[in-house]
């Protein structure tokens, strides 16, 4: 009776509520289980498979376009076309380093009009970048190591580990395996609430808390990765941390509230290869730079 | 016997679950020519478009759709085949289980939930969001701001 069991438990822990079923309706046949231990392990499997569930990639497109609007409320977006476009085209050159170049709605890449340092990646792959931080990069390299970073950071989900578990389990197990069109008005009020503390839990990580240490550790390790892969300058990365330590001497206001120990980053960055050599960068390159940099 | 056939029908869905068909998890991409970022597009791809699994170039697929065969970053896909280690043993809500992406969409947050939310909160302003995701590189452009700045990206070997 006992391997029984076990045997009906293996498709409920894989989380599959069907081939549960499956399996039940045979061990009732077989008299091996009764009809009411077979509904109490239909429910189980049910709300396994439902807890099982990590956000789905077009969930995750929703919550970062919540948390986008969420920090376009705070801050305002800076409309110059050719910042916008060197930004986008640095972002999307990075991109192609990364371990997750593609996500459901796409990488964007957005100019915030504030001279607050600082960088936002959005889950599902809206970045948003500071003139403040603009004017603090020296080349396009650094450019790409600030993008890279974030790039990093959607690449990793970070964002979505700010969710609250607990909230997470109540949208799973409570709606989230419904359609949309079956959702009664008080369930859609009732999802509308978690979607609103599930935009909230991101975004007070991302702009008042701020990553784990570890988070911004494996972000910058994958920067890093990002930027020699795409041919960029691993070393520019450090010098861009070098400055930002020295900047945090003197300011406590945006990155530097949320990102804490830099020095550390920088001997971390070091220890992943960002201190190797490389061929200075070609002309084009410097004067794109140049050119575009005027304009933030 | 009853026990082998019981044993049979309890792994038998999850032994089917191995199949070579994968689904595009993306809103739209391309399928190359090359696996590259940067080489020729055979054709559009859409979410949910089935796609005929052929061979593993380091992170690209080389795929049939339809007649089209050519290659797509393995990101861009989602299979309906259940990675049961993570499925057991991943409790994060971040977790990247391996789940059907394509019969995920329409479930949870969905765009009605997004258009009740920004119902409430008018402050919400999605028009910028939308703005902001509206603008797209092209990619003969980026092809030549990346071979001009003496940049390169990965590519899978054939």
């Known amino acids: 009776m006992k391997k029984i069991i076990l045997l009906l438990l293996v498709p409920m822990f894989v989380g599959c509520a069907a081939a549960t079923q499956v399996a039940t309706s045979v061990a009732v046949s077989a008299g091996y289980i009764t009809e009411g231990q077979k509904q109490a392990l239909d429910k189980t499997a049910v709300k396994v498979e439902k807890a099982a569930r990590p956000v789905s990639e077009t969930e995750e497109y929703y919550i970062g376009r919540g948390v986008a609007a969420t920090i376009l409320t705070k801050y305002s977006l800076y409309r110059n076309q050719t910042v916008t476009a060197y930004v986008n085209y640095v972002g999307n050159t990075v991109v192609m380093g990364s371990p997750r170049p593609y996500v459901y709605g796409g990488y964007h890449f957005a100019v915030l009009d504030t001279d607050e340092v600082n960088a936002f990646a959005c889950p599902g792959g809206t970045i948003f970048v500071t003139k403040g931080m603009l004017k603090m990069v020296s080349n396009e390299d650094q450019l790409a190591a600030v993008l890279s970073h974030e790039v990093g950071h959607v690449a990793e989900k970070h964002g979505l580990q700010a969710i609250s578990s607990a909230r997470w389990t109540e949208v799973v197990t409570t709606l989230a395996l419904e359609t949309a069109k079956a959702y009664t008005a008080a369930e859609m009020a009732s999802l509308v609430d978690l979607f609103q503390g599930t935009v909230d839990d991101v975004f007070k990580t991302l702009v008042v808390n701020g990553y784990g240490r570890e988070q911004e550790l494996q972000a910058d390790t994958l920067a890093i990765g990002c930027m020699k892969t795409c041919g960029y300058d691993g070393r520019q990365f450090v010098s861009l941390l070098d400055r930002l330590e020295q900047t945090s001497k003197q300011t406590s206001q945006g990155i530097f509230s949320t990102h804490p120990g830099i020095a550390e980053r920088i001997q971390a960055a070091k220890g992943h290869g960002a201190a190797a050599a490389r061929p200075p960068a070609p002309e084009e390159r410097v004067t794109r730079f140049k050119k575009t940099a005027v304009s933030w | ?158």
């Open chain 2, 1 to 158: 016997m009853k026990r082998i056939m019981l044993l049979v029908l309890v792994l038998m869905p999850a032994l089917c679950l191995a199949g070579e068909m994968v689904k595009v998890k993306v809103q739209k991409t391309s399928l190359f020519d090359q696996p590259n970022f940067l080489s020729k597009t055979v054709a559009t791809l859409q979410f949910g478009d089935q796609l005929e699994m052929e061979e593993v170039v380091k992170d690209w697929a080389k795929v049939r759709f339809g007649r089209q065969r050519g290659y797509i970053h393995q990101s861009a896909l989602t299979s309906t085949k259940v990675d049961m280690k993570t499925m057991l043993f991943s409790s994060s809500s971040s977790s990247g289980a391996s789940q059907d992406e394509v019969a995920l969409a329409g479930k949870g947050f969905t765009p009605e939930v997004e258009k009740n939310y920004g119902k409430a909160h008018p402050e919400m302003n999605y028009a910028l969001v939308d703005e902001i995701e509206r603008y797209t590189v092209d990619p003969n452009s980026l092809r030549s701001f990346i071979q001009r700045g003496g940049l390169k990206v990965s590519e899978g070997q054939k």
